[in-house]
């Protein structure tokens, strides 16, 4: 296992400057093994930026995400309405996945963990659904799952 003693304070600044450039942690790995001939895991390198403080910068991507086909769909989705579909292949460690779209548009994925608790990852950070999106979007849920 590497350990961030093992880096020179020389070498933790270029590593934190790799990173406000905008490298992300797969550049790190790869630069330090052309620069240094530091050969190291992924997992390794997580656990250095970790311990280094250092925030990697993430783009915002332009483009639209591509969705995968659902497995089941209760309803098509119509404007204005919460609707709601199950992942063909379940996100790993959780019972259920899937996505919703809720009556503003905005959406998000949904998960349930294998302890039965229902998680909501919203494409747009800090947004709420209303009540009311929420109650239809439980009902879909219930039946999708069942």
């Known amino acids: ?37 530091i050969r190291v ?46 992942d063909a292949i379940t996100i790993p460690g959780m019972l259920f996945s899937g996505k919703v779209t809720f009556s503003d548009g905005a959406g998000g994925m949904w998960y349930v963990d294998d302890t039965g608790r229902l998680g909501f990852d919203p494409d747009v950070v800090g947004y709420r659904p209303t009540p009311e999106d929420i109650a239809t979007f439980q009902l879909q849920l219930k039946q999708l799952v069942r």
Do not use: C
């Not at 933790?12 to 790995?29: F, V, Y």
């Open 1 to 37: 296992m590497f350990k961030t003693s093992q880096l020179s304070a020389e070498q933790q600044a270029i590593i934190q400057q790799w990173a406000e450039e905008g490298a992300t942690m797969s550049d790190i790995q790869r630069k330090m093994n052309e620069t240094w001939e």
């Open 41 to 86: 895991t992924y997992m390794d390198t997580r656990f250095l930026i970790l311990d280094l403080g250092i925030t990697l910068k993430q783009e915002v991507k332009e483009e639209p995400k591509k969705e995968e086909e659902p497995a089941l769909v209760p309803n098509e989705a119509v404007e204005g309405e919460v609707h709601t579909t199950l």
